[in-house]
């Protein structure tokens, strides 16, 4: 069977131990070639295979600058995350059209993110070594990558399958996409109001 962050197999744990690389301080797998901007996936088969080294290294060294560049202090110790905090947790995985109550405050941090977040991946100097897919399957399209906020607090139920077709942002459903929009406005208008 192929599992692609399709059922509950821990991804990183086996990336590490087939040898790809390393789990970083911001709890991602980090491969010297791409840092942890990599696509990982598994074959479970009922044959025998000679297994690879396990990755041991750590190269992450005394760099700290995903936990530093954290705007909820998700990652609050050095390899561990605190899901309660984490931005991509809270924009993703939670279900509903309001946000409960131990979120409240916490979203005034999400900044503009309306999908996950990527902030601990994008300060880290590994993914410096990333190199943009050449397979056009991969590649975003415009309209889900420049979104127009004012735009996508108006979708409907058709407009936001249409959309999002085949996308992985169809996991939080149209009431959280609407839910996560109107935080990321909200933000932004707090942001402009603080630096004017």
Known sequence: RAFVDSAP?????WAQRAGLGW???????????????VFLGELIVDVDLDPDEPFSADHCGSCTRCLDACPTGALDEPYQIDATRCISYWTIEQRGAEW?????DLAREFGPWVFGCDICQDVCPWTKF??????????????????RLSEWAELDLAAFRETFRKSPIKRTKLEGVLRNVETA???ACRWRDEHE
Request: charged share 20%.
């Open 100 to 104: 409960p109550p131990e979120a409240e």
């Open 130 to 147: 990333a190199q943009p897919t050449q397979d056009a399957s991969f590649l975003a399209r415009d309209e889900v990558v420049q979104p």
């Open 185 to 187: 406005q909200a933000n």
């Open 9 to 13: 197999v821990m991804d990183k744990a």
């Open 23 to 37: 789990i970083g301080k911001n709890t991602n797998l980090l491969t010297r070639s791409h840092g942890s901007f």
